[in-house]
């Protein structure tokens, strides 16, 4: 699976597409397009040669939907800084008070999130609490080949539908040989489209680029808020630039040093306890659509599941998916996983399953897939991801290897080792620059740099928590907030605790308690 995104926030981004104009006009009056165009150019650091033309280049604000905009020219390749380069969608949200701290970036996730839509969410008190916006202009960018930024596009809408229906947990030798077929497909159509950025959207040339965002936004540092996948970025670049580690909050995070099977079964046992807690508060109700206690009801999940494999439900409104395959149905579960206010659709969806209608489910794959319903794609989310994620870990190819990886996985997660280690096959045959795996995982522990709050939610299904430990564990002056709750991060959807001591750290730089658990 490896998204490691706020689905929870989805409808608000929506939302703010359409009445962001009439918000952001309270919030223009603290800053006009054309200021802070000045700022002085940086030298580059020692490890980006040649790079003084992006660190010396102006940033021209325009007026937009929902903020100002500018757009940042970055090198396609950082090894040849003089050749081909693209520009960066940036949104910014000014600081609605004029006793401003400087610029917040942050990212929402993915990777294949956008921060413009993210940042542009903040005008509505989604992203950061009111005092802090007070302070901070709030500032997203796309990464490199994401959304507005120079996007990866491998597969038509029609294709990216067959490659989403297919089987996850294929269990016979064709049924295998039609996996890594189709998962090799997916690289070869990318490869095909002859794009020179296809080779370079990893973490650590997304991190470049927000150094460079950072000089030009005039911050001798970085603060920063990092969500799931951002986690990662922000922990990359503060391996790579300690010296301008400001105030970075890392929330829901990954660790590092996972291997791939390590992030599968991570993933498989956190989706695994997340969906335990939804059958025991499904138990508990009248009317969940499986009867019996909790393990009934996982029982009775995992069996409509595998009936799928062989008989999809009919789904209604949806012309260009006329039904719900094993493939759809577990990407519209595990998107409930991702906040608990979900679960109730979520039951409500199994319930229609069950008397044969599979449309509430495709309701809440779409929403996973950030998908139309009528078949169109809203972003580049589901092709970006893979760009990434292939760029930055190695995996194993084989079918043997995943057979067993996938027996290993599930002795832990009986209903989602399965799909989590087929679910990055599509990494095992992806092209790599210069034909060679990306390099092993590694510790970062940020030598050198200033605090880093990473928090850690206990029943966070796609970040699960012993990441958030092993990467504040890690770090050289790593603090630890444990936020005890269900769902997919904690800052600004828990409580007033986890609340309270990231603004303090962001607007006062008061470092949260050792080991603060809320």
């Given at each position: ?65 929902g ?6 020219e ?38 294949g ?27 997203g ?60 959207v ?106 799928l ?34 679960w ?34 809203s ?9 990434v ?78 990441w ?51």
């Amino acid at each position: 699976m490896r998204r490691f995104s706020l689905l929870a926030l989805a409808a608000l981004l929506s939302a703010t597409a359409l009445a962001g104009c009439s918000v952001i006009n309270d919030l223009r009056g603290a800053i006009s397009p054309t200021e802070r165009t000045d700022v002085p150019a940086e030298a580059p650091p020692a490890a980006m040669p040649g790079t003084e033309r992006f660190y010396a280049q102006q940033l021209t604000w325009a007026k937009c939907s929902g903020g100002l905009c500018a757009q940042l020219e970055v090198p396609i390749d950082y090894a040849e800084p003089d050749g081909a380069t693209i520009e960066l969608a940036v949104l910014m949200v000014p600081a609605t008070s004029g006793s401003r701290l400087g610029a917040l970036v942050v990212n929402p996730g993915g990777p294949g999130g956008s921060g413009v839509d993210y940042a542009r969410a903040a005008a509505f008190g989604a992203v950061v609490t009111a005092p802090v916006h007070r302070k901070y202009d709030v500032v997203g960018f796309d990464p490199r080949g994401v959304g507005r930024s120079a996007p990866i596009e491998c597969l038509d809408g029609a294709q990216l539908d067959a490659f989403m229906a297919q089987d996850p947990t294929p269990d016979t030798d064709a049924e295998r040989a039609a996996a890594v077929a189709t998962a090799a497909g997916f690289g070869e159509a990318c490869a095909a489209k002859d794009n020179p950025l296809l080779l370079h959207v990893s973490t650590a040339e997304a991190a470049k680029d927000m150094d460079i965002l950072r000089s030009r936004l005039g911050d001798a540092k970085l603060t920063y808020l990092g969500k799931s996948y951002g986690t990662y970025l922000g922990a990359v670049y503060a391996g790579l630039f300690p010296e301008h580690v400001g105030r970075l909050v890392l929330d829901g995070a990954i660790d590092p040093t996972l291997t791939s099977e390590r992030l599968n079964l991570g993933q498989a046992v956190g989706f695994e306890r997340a969906t335990l807690a939804w059958a025991e508060a499904c138990a508990a109700e009248q009317g969940c659509p499986f009867p019996g206690d909790a393990t009934a009801v996982m029982s009775g999940l995992g069996d409509l599941l595998r009936e799928l494999d062989s008989k999809p439900l009919t789904v209604t409104g949806d012309r260009s998916v006329p039904a719900v395959t094993e493939g759809w149905a577990s990407y519209g579960v595990a998107a409930a996983m991702y906040d608990q206010g979900m679960w109730d659709q979520l039951s409500q969806a199994l319930t229609q399953a069950t008397r044969g209608d599979g449309s509430g489910l495709m309701d809440l794959a779409d929403r996973y897939a950030d998908r139309n319903p009528g078949g169109t794609y809203s972003t580049n989310l589901m092709q970006a991801l893979w760009a990434v994620n292939c760029l930055d870990k190695p995996e194993p190819a084989g079918a043997e290897e995943r057979v067993a990886q996938q027996q290993r996985l599930t002795a832990q997660a009986p209903l989602w080792g399965p799909f989590m280690a087929w679910g990055s096959l599509v990494c095992a045959t992806w092209p790599q620059p210069d034909g060679t795996p990306p390099p092993d995982p590694a510790p970062i522990t940020a030598a050198g740099s200033g605090p880093i709050v990473v928090i850690g939610t206990t029943r966070d299904p796609a970040t699960p928590y012993e990441w958030a430990v092993g990467l504040a564990d890690q770090l050289e002056k790593g603090t630890l907030i444990t936020y005890d709750g269900d769902g997919h991060t904690a800052y600004t959807r828990s409580n007033q605790c986890v609340d309270d001591a990231v603004d303090n750290w962001f607007i006062d730089g008061v470092v949260p308690a050792a080991d603060l658990r809320c």
